[in-house]
């Protein structure tokens, strides 16, 4: 293979030859590597590099001094031989076989004596072709450069083994780009997952500090979106910024932000101090750091009667309702909210009633052998355990047990007699109100003389203060024919004139007749006193009615 002539291959101030070589003999007549020469020995005006008979490789400028490599240095036909010859100006040769020196360095001639204008020829001779390299040459270079020693080794080196003579070290990236923080996410009481994007396309993880500069949390992973905290305390403010990190260090810091932790929902609520017209409720549960921000606790009350109304957010535990309605059933939950005003859910509904009042307004109506005592109508007297209970002090026997009628008869009273009783209210839950003990009553009987006679029945009206158990008390005797409520005490008797000498026969005569007249007033007193006792009833009754009837309108506006 021949190479046309240029001034640059004649390498007057030195330079390097190199070859791969498979030799398989040492050639026809030492065959050549590489030649520049006339092949006339007297003004050979080039250089020779070729294999010799004696297993070297050998160089000469010109006609000069033949210079060899280590003796013994090339095998024939075993395997590839990496050579070079590098020569200075001066012709000072020295050989390196497979990246080695090999044998001792020497002088040709002169490198300015290479002025030939053959081409340069691989393989033989250039100027006849009586030369042949038995064998296989490969990557040939021609230099006008003298190459250094550790030049042409790792020449030899990456020719002879690519993948073990270098390595490519990582692309110097530098640090990467902080990331950008985005809103947090408060996932319970103790987790925050902190979000933000990844902005670098080089970063080995993120890390999580806190505005004291204290790592929180970090993962050794790419691409992320956000980190999570744990083991955080409830309703808690935290803040963080984020870095992201690779070997070369960290990112700057992404700003910072700020959230809360959750709040527990309340795990329930208890009833305090209630009153006739006031239920104060308390939530139960941690709700810790009510006082935070936005925190609080809200009460919702949903019974829609009278009175009843929700507490505002509020920092306290605890609330008051007030300005209710007496005995009358109110119905609460309750929820609660972290210092960033996400709100938990509410609790299970619960009711209590209002307490009743203490009983006032007594009025007791007495007839010929029995009592009926009413009291002021109850608010909501039907609702839930509310109710009534009368009873006599001297003998608790005689009661009304509870009932829901505000009036009760006492079927047990002895003419003549003065009787004391008590009464007293329980609300809807069944609390019972303090007991009111009523004035004593009399029980009399009036019996007119003669041919006549009636029985008396007796009203009387007691109004009691809540405050005292002292009464101002009138009474009226009414007789059989007349119902009166007058304030003084008025009493009207059958009465018959002492019999006259001159009647005493009349008298004798009428005997029989009077008598069966005794008989017929006396029957028509007793159906008088069947009917007043229906009608008491029926006006008891028409009164509960009407005072229902009361409460449901003062309910209603």
């Given at each position: 293979m021949s190479i046309a002539h240029n001034s640059n291959q004649l390498?007057?101030?030195g330079g390097t030859v190199s070859a791969w070589i498979y030799p398989e003999t040492s050639g026809q007549l030492s065959g050549r590597i590489v030649d520049k020469s006339s092949g006339v020995a007297a003004g050979n005006n080039g250089f020779t590099f070729y294999i010799g008979t004696d297993?070297?490789?050998?160089?000469?400028?010109?006609?000069?001094?033949?210079?060899?490599?280590?003796?013994?240095?090339?095998?024939?036909?075993?395997?590839?031989?990496?050579?070079?010859?590098?020569?200075?100006?001066?012709?000072?040769?020295?050989?390196y076989v497979n990246g080695l020196v090999s044998g001792t360095p020497a002088t040709t001639l002169n490198a300015?004596?290479?002025?030939?204008?053959?081409?340069?020829?691989?393989g033989n001779r250039s100027s006849y072709t009586d030369r042949t390299f038995d064998g296989i040459i490969d990557e040939v270079s021609?230099?006008?450069?003298?190459r250094s020693a550790d030049w042409i080794a790792a020449e030899y080196n990456n020719q002879n083994s690519p993948s073990t003579f270098y390595s490519l070290a990582e692309e110097e990236i530098g640090l990467p780009d902080a990331p950008t923080i985005a809103t947090p996410t408060a996932l319970s009481s103790s987790v925050i997952r902190w979000n933000f994007t990844d902005n670098s396309s080089y970063e080995t993880g993120f890390r999580v500090y806190t505005n004291a500069d204290v790592l929180a949390t970090s993962s050794a992973t790419a691409n992320l979106s956000s980190l999570t905290e744990t083991g955080l305390s409830e309703n808690t403010q935290y803040t963080r910024y984020i870095k992201a990190y690779n070997s070369y260090g960290e990112s700057a810091s992404s700003s910072a932000t700020s959230t809360f932790t959750l709040m527990n929902a309340p795990t329930d609520f208890s009833f305090g101090t209630i009153t006739t017209n006031s239920i104060t409720v308390s939530a139960s549960g941690t709700l810790s750091n009510l006082a935070s921000s936005t925190s609080g606790v809200y009460f919702d009350e949903t019974s829609g009667n009278s009175g009843g109304?929700?507490?505002?957010w509020q920092q306290t535990s605890s609330y008051q309702d007030t300005g209710l309605s007496e005995n009358t059933q109110y119905?609460?939950?309750?929820?609660?909210?972290?210092?960033?005003?996400?709100?938990?859910?509410?609790?299970?509904?619960?009711?209590?009633?209002?307490?009743a009042d203490t009983p006032t307004g007594f009025s007791f109506w007495?007839?010929?052998?029995?009592?009926?005592?009413?009291?002021?109508?109850?608010?909501?007297?039907?609702?839930g355990s509310s109710g009534y209970l009368f009873?006599?002090?001297?003998?608790?026997?005689?009661?009304?047990?509870?009932?829901?009628?505000?009036?009760?008869?006492?079927?047990?009273?002895?003419?003549?007699?003065?009787?004391?009783?008590?009464?007293?209210?329980?609300?809807?839950?069944?609390?019972?109100?303090?007991?009111?003990?009523?004035?004593?009553?009399?029980?009399?009987?009036?019996?007119?003389?003669?041919?006549?006679?009636?029985?008396?029945?007796?009203?009387?009206?007691?109004?009691?203060?809540?405050?005292?158990?002292?009464?101002?008390?009138?009474?009226?005797?009414?007789?059989?024919?007349s119902t009166q409520n007058n304030t003084a005490t008025t009493t009207t008797t059958v009465s018959k004139q002492p019999p006259t000498p001159s009647s005493q026969s009349q008298q004798a005569g009428s005997t029989g007749s009077d008598q069966a007249k005794q008989v017929i007033l006396q029957q028509i007193q007793a159906k008088i006193v069947e009917v007043q006792k229906k009608l008491i009833i029926l006006i008891s009754q028409l009164i509960q009615l009407l005072q229902a009837q009361l409460q449901q309108l003062q309910t209603q506006h």
């Open positions: 390498l007057t101030t297993n070297t490789v050998k160089f000469r400028i010109n006609a000069g001094t033949i210079i060899s490599s280590a003796s013994s240095s090339i095998q024939y036909n075993t395997t590839w031989y990496h050579t070079a010859v590098a020569f200075n100006s001066s012709g000072l040769v020295t050989f300015s004596y290479i002025t030939t204008v053959y081409p340069l020829t691989i021609v230099s006008n450069t003298l109304s929700d507490s505002s119905t609460y939950r309750v929820k609660a909210r972290n210092g960033d005003s996400a709100e938990t859910s509410y609790t299970a509904a619960s009711s209590k009633y209002t307490l007495r007839y010929s052998n029995y009592g009926s005592l009413c009291i002021d109508a109850l608010p909501n007297a039907t609702a009873w006599r002090t001297d003998n608790s026997a005689y009661n009304s047990g509870w009932i829901q009628t505000s009036c009760w008869q006492d079927p047990n009273m002895a003419v003549g007699s003065t009787y004391t009783y008590a009464v007293k209210y329980r609300n809807g839950d069944g609390v019972e109100t303090a007991t009111t003990t009523l004035p004593g009553v009399s029980f009399t009987s009036s019996v007119g003389g003669g041919g006549g006679g009636g029985v008396s029945i007796v009203q009387q009206q007691t109004t009691v203060s809540t405050t005292s158990a002292s009464t101002t008390q009138a009474t009226t005797t009414i007789s059989a024919t």
